[in-house]
């Protein structure tokens, strides 16, 4: 069966650091990108990049360009979003999402980040 | 960046009814235009690709249609289990993807 898996939720304090997997399953994964997808409690989605494990080629939305780093470790098939030091606007459900053409057909199933001190 | 519009941002219809949603982009996006079905507490389902392609597994009441700049996605006939918030989302030749505000789909 091909998946992505996601951690648990998180809490963290402001300023705090933070690097969330998702672990890919079931098909080839250093050739597909790997998306990432913010959606704030009630909102919409929003794109924040991708990242293609077969390189570790990554691309930016420019509303996340230097916010977030994303990278990717082939050997356990895992990709990863990182926070160097969380706001509270960063509370939100991630999603990773594989890309499939200009589409994401197979979505981990969301990691809860919140921030409050 | 292309914007999308979604339209409506809710509705609510009765069981058997034909419901429209319409996703607007700010420039042509050709036919790179996606669709997905996001239920409470999960993530959002690839239901429709390249505007008018069915995912497997996805019941023939869903279809979509459109080109350029208007696109639109049709539930034939309302079943219950429809009930959920769905979204479209484009992919541009800058490689960036933009998803709609999504729209909220209730039983009247």
């Known amino acids: 069966e091909v998946q992505l898996v996601q951690s648990g939720a998180e809490v963290k304090k402001p300023g705090e650091s933070l690097k969330i997997p998702c672990k890919g399953s079931?098909?080839?994964?250093?050739?597909?990108?790997i998306g990432w997808v913010r959606q704030v409690p009630g909102k919409g989605l929003e794109w924040m990049g991708m990242?293609?494990?077969?390189?570790?080629?990554?691309r930016y939305s420019p509303s996340f360009q230097g916010q977030v780093t994303f990278s990717a470790d082939r050997s356990i098939t895992t990709a990863f979003l990182q926070w160097n030091s969380l706001k509270a606007s960063d509370t939100a459900m991630y999603f990773c999402?594989?890309?499939?053409?200009?589409?994401?057909?197979?979505w981990g199933q969301g990691t809860m980040v919140t921030v409050s001190s | 960046d292309v914007q999308m519009t979604q339209s409506p941002s809710s509705l609510s219809a009765s069981v058997g009814d034909r419901v429209t949603i319409t996703c607007q982009a700010s420039q042509d996006i050709s036919t790179y235009l996606n669709w997905y079905q996001q239920k409470p507490g999960h993530p959002p389902k690839l239901l429709i690709s390249e505007t008018s392609d069915l995912e497997t597994g996805v019941p023939s009441r869903f279809s979509g249609s459109g080109s350029g700049t208007d696109f639109t996605l049709t539930i034939s006939s309302l079943q219950p289990e429809d009930i959920a918030t769905y979204f479209c989302?484009?992919?541009?030749?800058?490689?960036?993807?933009?998803f709609g505000q999504g729209t909220k789909l209730d039983i009247k």
């Open positions: 079931g098909y080839s994964f250093s050739t597909y990108w």
């Open positions: 999402a594989r890309r499939k053409l200009d589409a994401f057909d197979i």
């Open positions: 989302q484009q992919y541009d030749r800058l490689s960036s993807f933009t």
């Open positions: 990242v293609y494990p077969g390189d570790a080629e990554t």
